[in-house]
């Protein structure tokens, strides 16, 4: 069994294509196809179920990609902690991060990063706190920067607390609560809102602190991206909350303070167990101390 082999079937599975694989392999389809039922009479099931119209995963295929995708990373890590034990700090850097992160300036970061290593390669991905903190704890991520509730707190990673920030309301220009100073959850408990899905971090804290002052608000509109939102609440559809640091970045809106507005908490998270030599120095970058502090 070959690391090219599963990087065949990665790609295979992945584009669900033997042709597009092959490009993305730089090779021609013959030879990984070749490659790939090599491997299939080697471990006595066939992995990809094949028509004239589609490819797809059999069992046995299922089972072996996650170990193969396990083992080019760890193929990989060997590449990189050999060069980092050069002097280079070569590999990937895999980077996740909420929309409304505020506390870093990840292009920035970036930015310095790349110029100080060049042989890195950088993915960035943007999503849910949740399904960010279990990309990391799964070895997809290297490094996320999430954004909880207080009451919740990241586990089964390496964690550092970057910032707090009081939620905010956000109304349409001509909105009646546009020209008020400052409002409190009983007066937008009357309100339409727009929000996150239910069960999301980003979500949680605004139903959290409604819950717990004993009211019940009509979320009528929910999102999968924060960005959207204020292309709801400008034509006056919903009003919203979002982070006060966050909202200033936003078009067509006005903010006003909640007195009792609910807080979040920023944080960045990386592995307890395998940090990378690419996720080291990113940190660095970052100035965020590395000592491991696990996240209980």
Do not use: K
């Not at 970036?110 to 849910?128: K, N, Q, T």
């Not at 707090?164 to 008020?180: I, K, S, Y």
């Not at 009357?190 to 019940?216: C, H, I, M, Y």
């Amino acid at each position: 069994m070959e690391l090219q082999q599963m990087r065949y079937v990665v790609a295979v599975a992945e584009t669900n294509s033997f042709t597009r694989a092959a490009e993305r392999c730089l090779v021609v389809q013959s030879a990984l196809s070749h490659q790939i039922a090599r491997l299939e009479r080697e471990l006595g099931a066939r992995l990809f179920e094949r028509t004239s119209r589609r490819v797809r995963l059999t069992p046995a295929g299922e089972a072996f990609l996650p170990a193969a995708r396990q083992c080019l990373d760890a193929a990989e890590r060997a590449v990189a902690e050999v060069a980092a034990a050069v002097g280079e700090v070569r590999g990937r850097l895999a980077v996740g991060l909420i929309p409304t992160l505020t506390a870093v300036d990840i292009p920035g970061a970036l930015r310095d990063f790349r110029r100080e290593y060049p042989h890195v390669r950088i993915s960035l991905r943007v999503g849910a706190s949740d399904d960010l903190a279990e990309q990391v704890r799964e070895g997809a991520l290297d490094v996320a920067f999430l954004g909880l509730p207080t009451t919740a707190r990241p586990e089964g990673v390496a964690v550092r607390e970057l910032a707090r920030d009081r939620l905010v309301v956000v109304v349409a220009p001509d909105h009646p609560l546009a020209d008020e100073p400052a409002v409190d959850l009983r007066r937008l408990s009357s309100e339409v809102f727009v929000d996150l899905p239910a069960g999301t971090a980003g979500r949680a804290q605004s139903d959290q602190a409604f819950e717990a002052a004993g009211l019940v608000r009509d979320v009528a509109f929910e999102v999968t991206s924060a960005d959207y939102i204020a292309r709801l609440v400008g034509p006056g559809l919903a009003v919203a909350m979002l982070p006060s640091a966050y909202a200033p970045q936003l078009a067509d809106v006005v903010t006003v303070d909640v007195a009792d507005a609910p807080a979040r908490v920023q944080y960045a998270i990386w592995s307890r167990f395998a940090r990378t030599p690419a996720a080291t120095a990113f940190l660095g970058i970052l100035d965020i101390p590395v000592e491991d502090r696990p996240a209980s």
